[in-house]
């Protein structure tokens, strides 16, 4: 439609794929939980990071925790490429990669982190745009 990527939205353009062109990329894909939980998947690397009580504990329900209830990290590291099914943690065969891939994590919880989830960016379509959305259906 011709609109700019708003910088506060995150995800990929599903155009490349559409156009039958590879959709492979070195750019990192986010998952996020809540209190610094989450993975980011670069390439055929993976880290994970999880809540080491909760995962110790089979992920059954526990004390939700607070803001203020210390959480104590697990981190794992995967070479996708070697163990798409994640069974072998080489976290201590690779700590370069580890740090790397914290770091990309960390900065995103500071980008996407918990201030943007649920903002709504209120965004005024041009006429043009308005006559093609009707013209699919979209609007009415």
Request: aromatic share 8%.
């Amino acid at each position: 439609l011709g609109l700019p990527d708003p910088p506060d939205v995150q995800g990929r353009s599903l155009v490349p794929l559409l156009e039958g062109k590879s959709t492979e990329s070195a750019k990192p894909i986010f998952s996020g939980g809540k209190h610094g939980r989450g993975a980011v998947i670069v390439g055929d690397w993976k880290y994970y990071r999880f809540d080491r009580a909760r995962k110790l504990n089979n992920g059954r329900a526990m004390k939700r925790p607070s803001h203020e209830d210390p959480i104590e990290f697990g981190e794992e590291l995967y070479d996708l490429s070697r163990d798409p099914q994640e069974q072998q943690d080489v976290a201590r065969q690779h700590p370069e990669q580890l740090v790397v891939l914290r770091k990309q994590l960390d900065e995103w919880f500071t980008r996407y982190g918990k201030a943007s989830v649920g903002r709504v960016r209120q965004v005024q379509p041009d006429l043009v745009t308005v006559h093609e959305l009707k013209a699919l259906g979209y609007l009415q």
